[in-house]
């Protein structure tokens, strides 16, 4: 078993949509196989608490602490948007962190975060890797695609209009072209974005260790306005409409754009709500 306590406290949290189990492994030494195993079995939706992603909260030596964080299938992703703002407003409530500024460690770099209650704005790490104008075929269907890294890999793929977006079917192409060969070995999470006007824009998202359509995607978010903006398509801050309905916001400098687009400065921001305090009993972690 991947817990030893027959009970283990946690905070059931949800940042826009995207909902994470999130639990202090400061002293309880859960180690990262443990966590792949926790996460898959913890994660699992009707026969546990069920939910997209586990974050364990960890002690650093040099930040105020750094996290491991597991997609529900129980891979190690390197980073997540909406769970690091989820983190960082768990560490203050539980007084982890006193101070309302704090940084924390990731795999993809160190994340810096403001907690606004509830609000939490977190600058990333630098993306990197832009590649725009992609064209692949998936099923004799062809995709314009742009690809950016944004702390885990993202390709965007722009709609037309409110029906396309809406009558787009995310499981199945999202699925294709997040296993196409073009992305592989690590394969790409996928979104489907419309740009609105100049600072608003909509998106749909395919996520990598989910393995379906989720209602936010923090990174994706982020990959869907940097790219766009590279593309001279809209400019900072941009309100991003994300399938839960609610919006975050991205900012970001980019001073050109087309192919060398680079930005710095990126900050996303959006709320990082508690949804529950409870108590995980170790009978749910039995398949």
């Known amino acids: 078993m991947p817990v030893e306590n027959e009970r283990t406290r946690f905070l059931k949290m949800t940042g826009s949509g995207n909902d994470f189990i999130v639990l202090d ?3 309880q030494g859960i180690s990262p196989e443990q966590g792949r195993e926790l996460a898959r079995l913890a994660c699992r939706r009707k026969l546990s608490v069920g939910a997209d992603g586990l974050i364990l909260i960890e002690n650093d ?3 105020d602490f750094r996290w491991r964080f597991f997609n529900a299938d129980g891979s190690e992703a390197e980073m997540c948007g909406n769970g690091a703002r ?3 407003r768990f560490a203050h409530i539980k ?5 309302s500024r704090m940084s924390f460690r990731t795999l993809a770099g160190i994340i810096e975060a403001e907690i606004k209650e509830p609000r939490v704005k977190i600058r990333m790490t630098p993306p990197h890797g832009l590649e725009p104008d992609l064209n692949v075929e ?3 269907r062809s995709f314009r695609l742009h690809f950016i890294n944004t702390g885990v890999p993202h390709v965007v793929c722009f709609l037309e209009n409110d029906r396309a977006l809406e009558e787009m079917n995310v499981f199945h192409w999202g699925r294709l072209l997040r296993h196409h060969r073009r992305f592989q070995p690590a394969g790409s999470n996928v979104n489907f974005a419309l740009v609105e006007d100049a600072n608003h824009m909509a998106i749909r998202t395919y996520e990598r260790g989910v393995e379906d359509e989720t209602l936010a995607c923090g990174t994706g978010s982020i990959a869907s306005a940097l790219v766009a903006a590279a593309k001279g398509m809209v400019q900072s801050p941009v309100e991003v409409r994300t399938r839960s309905g609610e919006t ?3 900012y970001f400098d980019n001073p050109s754009t087309g192919a060398a687009a680079e930005f710095s400065q990126v900050y996303l921001e959006g ?3 508690v949804v529950y305090e409870a108590e995980l009993w170790k009978e749910t972690l039995r398949e």
């Open 138 to 140: 998936a099923e004799q």
């Open 61 to 63: 030596p040099e930040v």
């Open 25 to 27: 492994n400061r002293a």
């Open 271 to 273: 709320d990082a709500k």
């Open 248 to 250: 975050l916001t991205i």
């Open 86 to 88: 989820c983190a960082a």
């Open 95 to 99: 007084g982890i962190v006193a101070k």
